[in-house]
């Protein structure tokens, strides 16, 4: 079956520690993209990436990186520079530019910093 | 930018009353429209969608009509289970990857 696969479903880290959360897509899909969840918020976009070796900003860049060495595969590193790290992390992925076109969400990545 | 108000939750009803979550958007031209919903623990999974004017999306018993006039995508239910128990997203495409810009989300709670 295809979709999208994240791990680990849970994940701790201590102060000072950068951590890598996984992102895998067997949907052949283009576009990627890495939201947070916060209790009782909507999501909100920290990076995305259109094709291969190409990623941009979203609205929560800071504290964040991400790499798109191939298509299937799009992982977050959470820095020691992003202050408040605690939350859910969601990947979802796109197929092609149609405006008609849904994003497909991953089961979602839970992060706590001890 | 594209942008989308829902309504406040949390909502709780009694199994088998109707169901209206509202969902008001404001958007550059006619983006298709989506609800999703987010069960405890898991990701989001899409609910239905509509792509122009006057769609109407369903599944599951649910249904939202892509309303112009009114810039509106309200989710409706006439008969909730206790299985509908969720938090259900209205969302809409923006920028130039049609990253979503998605609502607040509001809890559903069904009781027996």
């Known amino acids: 079956d295809g979709g999208i696969t994240q791990s680990p479903k849970y994940l701790f880290r201590k102060e000072g520690q950068n951590v890598t959360l996984s992102c895998e897509q067997n949907?052949?899909?283009?576009?990627m993209y890495w939201y947070r969840q916060d209790p009782g918020q909507g999501l909100r976009l920290i990076y995305y990436s259109q094709i291969v070796n190409d990623f941009q900003k979203g609205d929560i860049a800071e504290g964040y990186s991400v790499s798109r060495e191939k298509k299937e595969s799009f992982p977050l590193t959470v820095t020691s520079a992003q202050k408040n790290p605690t939350a859910f992390y969601l990947c979802?992925?796109?197929?092609?530019?149609?405006?008609?076109?849904?994003?497909?969400f991953g089961p979602g990545t839970r992060l706590t910093v001890l | 930018g594209n942008s989308v108000t829902q309504m406040e939750g949390p909502v709780t009803l009694s199994e088998e009353a109707f169901l209206t979550i509202n969902c008001t958007y404001t958007?550059?031209?006619?983006?298709?429209l989506f609800w999703y919903v987010q069960y405890p623990g898991e990701g989001l999974q899409l609910l239905l969608k509509?792509?122009?004017?006057?769609d109407k999306g369903s599944n599951k018993g649910f249904e939202a009509t892509y309303r112009k006039e009114t810039t509106s995508f309200h989710l409706e239910k006439g008969s909730v289970q206790v299985s509908d128990s969720a938090v259900y997203f209205c969302?809409?495409?923006?920028?130039?990857?049609?990253?979503?810009?998605f609502g607040s989300g509001t809890q559903l709670t069904v009781l027996p």
């Open positions: 979802a992925s796109r197929a092609g530019t149609s405006r008609n076109n849904e994003q497909f």
């Open positions: 969302a809409l495409p923006s920028g130039s990857a049609r990253q979503l810009t």
């Open positions: 509509a792509t122009k004017a006057d």
């Open positions: 958007a550059t031209g006619y983006p298709s």
């Open positions: 949907l052949n899909h283009d576009a």
